[in-house]
T-cell receptor, first 112, second 111 residues
Framework: QQQVKQSPQSLIVQKGGISIINCAYENTAFDYFPWYQQFPGKGPALLIAIRPDVSEKKEGRFTISFNKSAKQFSLHIMDSQPGDSATYFCAASIGGNTPLVFGKGTRLSVIA | DGGITQSPKYLFRKEGQNVTLSCEQNLNHDAMYWYRQDPGQGLRLIYYSQIVNDFQKGDIAEGYSVSREKKESFPLTVTSAQKNPTAFYLC??????????FGDGTRLSIL
């Protein structure tokens, strides 16, 4: 039973383009939705996170859009760069200091 | 520099052997977690601990054991009962309403 579904599995984007990764969740008790970026051989690093009281959060080139009624959230990477090539994970949790439930990841390749 | 240190970076296990993965944090975080990462599977929770001397099983705890005797340390033992231990193991920590920080993982392989 997968509580957070992530798509696509892989994504190829031209340099300067927009990368979009989508996630859907089932548990309406989730109240924290982070996105992590992972490079090969490294641990995931927090990119940006959102709580359900807002519909959008932007940090630099990264934006989370959140649709509470549809139980969906997405990551948009504007002006994608080759250095953004990595695996991206969405996640969700309930409350504080609780485990994260992860999507299966999206492998992003940004080509020049 | 505050952070999470996992060691060793690479570990090899022989048949029937137990191995222990180390995780130390100097962030003064209350909670610590162990996740297993397999290709295409995302991260799956093995065990977590929200306070010293207490821990809870995650989704895939069978064949693993943990201890939490000190706030800064949360070692994971992969026992011989875990029949498919080859994976990338990630340790994380957090404090209340702050995001989880991850270490750089231990890659475990079978000899």
């Amino acid at each position: 039973q997968q509580q957070v579904k992530q798509s696509p599995q892989s994504l190829i984007v031209q340099k300067g383009g927009i990368s979009i990764i989508n996630c859907a969740y089932e548990n309406t008790a989730f109240d924290y939705f982070p996105w992590y970026q992972q490079f090969p051989g490294k641990g995931p690093a927090l990119l940006i996170a959102i709580r359900p009281d807002v519909s959008e959060k932007k940090e630099g080139r990264f934006t989370i859009s959140f649709n509470k009624s549809a139980k969906q959230f997405s990551l948009h990477i504007m002006d994608s760069q080759p250095g953004d090539s990595a695996t991206y994970f969405c996640a969700a949790s309930i409350g504080g200091n609780t485990p994260l439930v992860f999507g299966k990841g999206t492998r992003l390749s940004v080509i020049a | 520099d505050g952070g999470i240190t996992q060691s060793p970076k690479y570990l090899f296990r022989k048949e029937g052997q137990n191995v222990t993965l180390s995780c130390e944090q100097n962030l003064n975080h209350d909670a610590m977690y162990w996740y297993r990462q397999d290709p295409g599977q995302g991260l799956r929770l093995i065990y977590y601990s929200q306070i010293v001397n207490d821990f809870q099983k995650g989704d895939i705890a069978e064949g693993y054991s943990v201890s939490r005797e000190k706030k800064e340390s949360f070692p994971l033992t992969v026992t011989s009962a875990q029949k498919n231990p080859t994976a990338f193991y990630l340790c994380a920590s957090s404090t209340l309403y702050q995001p989880q920080h991850f270490g750089d993982g231990t890659r475990l392989s079978i000899l």
